[in-house]
């Protein structure tokens, strides 16, 4: 069975060809300009592969209600010229075939749940944290939505001590984008989270923000695993200072067996980058 999985982010979309067992057999990058441009070169690798199903993985925010009729269009998003596209239609003209379609998040954390980190578990989480913050959150095996999909990247945080930086957000400045997404750190430090690595008071300060996020997940829904991925999470110095923040937000308020070992508890993604392009294959499986 040949499957089409799409990731499409902000400055890059990935294009792929695999199966039903998450194997990529083949894989490209498009960059993300303009909808016109950028779906010319996707449908084109796409057209002539014999795929059966495509996923997406979409940024957003998107319409991922089925009875809505802007169902499969991005909506509100800040990347200009990509407010109200419809992504679902155009590839469903273009191909033929059913569309899978959710965030780019979502996806990521079904790439996790299936092949990655996360198998066999029915209560999960998955953040990205990079270009932009978002969440995909299961419950009792199934993808956490209500009217619409999880946003957990614009909720709200209080301010580390002495943080005087302004807020990166164009909608809200200082919530939890606004203030640790991988734009943000660059504006508030000077430089890329990469070339920051020695900077101890960098760190201390994305993990405060990120603790903070996770603590309230927590609270609400109980995970059995978080899994945190994208850019910045490459920092592997992050994992220890947020295990460790979490500890002293939560004071021990709460306490189950699955967080008691917390260096297993919170995590990093295991699939090289490939959780969202796989997970998009699963969005694919579904739709057929």
């Known amino acids: 069975m040949i499957i089409g999985a799409l990731e499409m982010g902000g400055t890059k979309m990935v294009c792929a060809v ?9 894989k490209i990058t498009v960059p993300t300009t303009n ?12 057209t002539g592969k014999g795929i059966c199903a495509l996923g997406i993985g979409s940024f957003g925010p998107i319409d991922t209600n089925k009875g809505s009729k802007t169902y499969g269009y991005i909506t509100s998003t800040p990347k200009e ?4 596209c419809n992504v679902v239609g155009t590839f469903m003209e273009a191909l033929n075939v059913p569309i899978g379609f959710d965030t780019d998040v979502n996806a990521a954390l079904l790439g996790e749940v299936y092949y990655g980190g996360a198998i066999g578990l029915q209560n999960v989480a998955y953040y990205t944290i990079g270009t932009g913050i978002g969440a995909g959150i299961m419950c009792g095996g199934r993808l956490l939505c209500g009217v619409s ?8 945080v209080r301010r580390y001590p002495g943080d005087t930086y302004a807020g990166k957000c164009p909608f809200h400045k200082d919530c939890f984008e606004g203030m640790a997404s991988g734009p943000a750190i660059h504006e508030r430090w000077g430089a890329p989270a990469d070339e920051l690595s020695d900077r101890n008071e960098v760190w201390e300060t994305e993990a405060f923000y990120i603790a903070q996020c996770l603590v309230n997940l927590i ?3 109980s995970p059995q695993r978080i899994i945190l991925g994208g850019g910045v999470m490459h920092q592997m110095q992050l994992f220890p ?4 923040q979490v500890k002293e937000m939560m004071t021990g308020y709460v306490k189950y067996k699955e967080s008691d070992d917390i ?4 995590v990093p993604s295991q ?3 490939e959780q969202g392009i796989k997970g998009a294959l699963r969005l694919a499986l579904d739709a057929l």
């Open 18 to 26: 695999g199966d039903e067992n998450g194997n990529i057999y083949d």
């Open 35 to 46: 909808p016109k441009e950028t779906f010319k070169e996707v449908i084109g690798y796409f």
């Open 81 to 84: 010229g990509w407010t109200d």
């Open 149 to 156: 999909h999880t946003e957990a990247g614009h909720v709200l």
């Open 219 to 221: 609270l609400i829904a």
């Open 241 to 244: 200072l947020i295990r460790q």
């Open 263 to 266: 260096d297993t508890f919170i």
């Open 271 to 273: 699939l090289n980058d």
